[in-house]
C-alpha cells in the first residue's frame, strides 16, 4: 500500500510534463529507494576524528596512499551535514561512530593516553546528543591501564550511552589477552558491552613484509594482525573465563571465517604447550564473536560468513570514509542472500547485539 502511494506520488509529480520513459524511471527509483529505507540500516564500523588525534592518525601514513591521508583533516572530521546527506542518501539510519586508528594505543604515555581517550569520550557524547537518532558511539580507551579502561568503559556505557568500545590492536606491545586484562574482560562481560577489534599495525615490522609496502597495512597486513589478535583471546580461554564477553571483528571477520573448520583439527595436534580449552576453538569463535561486512562488498565472502560464523552474528558496516558507501548499502541491498539474512545483516543483529531496541 504504502509502495503504490510512493509511486503514484511519483508520478503524479511529473504528469503532463514529462514523457512515460521519465515516468518508469521516476517509479523504479522511488521503488529502489523505499526498498533501501526499509531495511533500515545500522552501521558500526564509521570512523571520525578531532584534531588531537590527528598526529596519532599519521601512524597510518606508510599503510595509506597520500590521498587517503587527507582524511585526517576533512571528512573524518565531519560530524554535520555532510555525513548525514551520505547515510541518508544510501539508506543508512544509524551509525556507531569510533576514533579512526590507531588513535592512544600508539600513546607512549599512559597519563597522556586517558587523559585524551576520556576527552574523545567526551566530545563523542556531546555530539550524539545532537543526533541521539541517528549516532551511537563506541568508546576510546587508553588500554595502557586496564583497570582505569574498565571503568572508562562502564562510563561511556553507563552514563553516556555508548554500545561498547572499539580497540585498535595492541598497546605498546600488549595485546588484550594478557592476564592483566582480566579485570576488563569481566566488565565488558557484565556491562554486555561489545569490543570492536579493529585493525592496527604491531610493533615490529615482520620480514615478510619487506621490500613490499603494498602488502603492509589493509590489502594484507591488518588482517593478519587483528585475527591473530582474536585468536589469542579465544586460545588464551579468554571466552572460556568470560562467555558472555563478545568482541567484533570487521571486514568479515578478518578471514577467521575461513578457517574455523583447520583451527579445531589443527588444535588437536599443534604444539599447544600448558593450554586447555573444554570446548574446540570455533565453538567460542562462534558464541563470542560476531563480525561485520566492513570494506568487504562480496557475496561469496558473505554467504561463506553466513555459514560459518551463523547468521545471527554477521552485521553491515561500512568503514566510512575509507569504503564506498554507496557500493556497501548497494551490496547488501542486492547481496544473493535469503529476505531474513538480508534483514539480519542489515538491521536485526545489531540491534541485538548492541541492544539498541
Ligand atoms: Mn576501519
Not at 557484565?190 to 589493509?218: C, F, K, M
Not at 586460545?235 to 558472555?244: H, S
Amino acid at each position: 500500500m504504502k509502495r503504490r502511494d510512493l509511486l503514484k506520488g511519483a508520478a503524479v509529480a511529473v504528469a503532463g510534463t514529462a514523457s512515460s520513459k521519465f515516468i518508469h524511471a521516476d517509479e523504479e527509483k522511488a521503488s529502489e529507494s523505499g526498498q533501501r529505507r526499509a531495511l533500515g540500516k545500522i552501521a558500526l564500523e564509521e570512523h571520525f576524528l578531532i584534531p588531537e588525534f590527528v598526529d596519532y592518525f599519521s601512524e597510518t601514513y606508510p599503510n595509506i596512499n597520500p590521498e587517503i591521508r587527507k582524511f585526517g583533516t576533512s571528512v573524518l572530521q565531519d560530524l554535520g551535514n555532510k555525513r548525514l546527506e551520505i547515510m541518508d542518501q544510501n539508506g543508512i539510519e544509524f551509525v556507531v561512530l569510533s576514533i579512526s586508528g590507531p588513535g592512544v594505543q600508539v600513546e607512549k604515555d599512559a597519563a597522556v593516553a586517558k587523559r585524551r581517550a576520556k576527552a574523545a569520550n567526551d566530545f563523542l557524547a556531546a555530539e550524539i546528543q545532537k543526533r541521539p537518532k541517528r549516532y551511537g558511539g563506541f568508546a576510546h580507551l587508553a588500554m595502557q591501564d586496564p583497570a582505569e579502561a574498565a571503568a572508562e568503559l562502564e562510563r561511556c556505557v553507563g552514563e553516556l550511552g555508548f554500545q561498547g568500545a572499539m580497540i585498535n590492536g595492541q598497546t605498546n606491545g600488549e595485546y588484550l589477552d594478557l592476564d592483566k586484562y582480566s579485570i576488563f574482560w569481566e566488565r565488558v562481560a557484565a556491562l554486555g558491552a561489545p569490543i570492536y577489534l579493529h585493525p592496527a599495525n604491531p610493533v615490529d615490522r615482520p620480514a615478510v613484509y619487506e621490500g613490499h609496502s603494498e602488502l603492509w597495512g589493509p590489502v594484507c597486513s591488518w588482517a593478519f594482525e587483528t585475527a591473530t589478535h582474536a585468536l589469542r583471546l579465544v586460545f588464551a580461554g579468554v571466552f572460556e573465563r568470560y562467555p558472555k564477553a563478545t568482541l567484533i571483528l570487521g571486514h568479515m571477520g578478518e578471514t577467521l571465517p575461513l578457517n574455523l573448520w583447520r583451527f579445531d583439527s589443527r588444535w588437536l595436534v599443534c604444539n599447544r604447550g600448558s593450554r586447555t580449552l573444554a570446548q574446540p576453538p570455533s565453538f567460542y569463535i562462534k558464541r563470542n564473536i560476531a563480525i561485520t561486512t566492513s570494506g568487504v562488498c562480496s557475496d561469496i565472502s558473505l554467504r561463506c560468513a553466513l555459514d560459518a560464523m551463523g547468521n545471527n552474528n554477521v552485521m553491515f558496516s561500512v568503514d566510512y570514509p575509507f569504503e564506498k558507501t554507496d557500493l556497501a548499502a548497494q551490496f547488501i541491498e542486492t547481496a544473493r542472500v535469503s529476505e531474513t539474512e538480508r534483514s539480519q545483516v542489515a538491521s536485526g543483529n545489531a540491534k541485538r547485539i548492541l541492544r539498541l531496541t
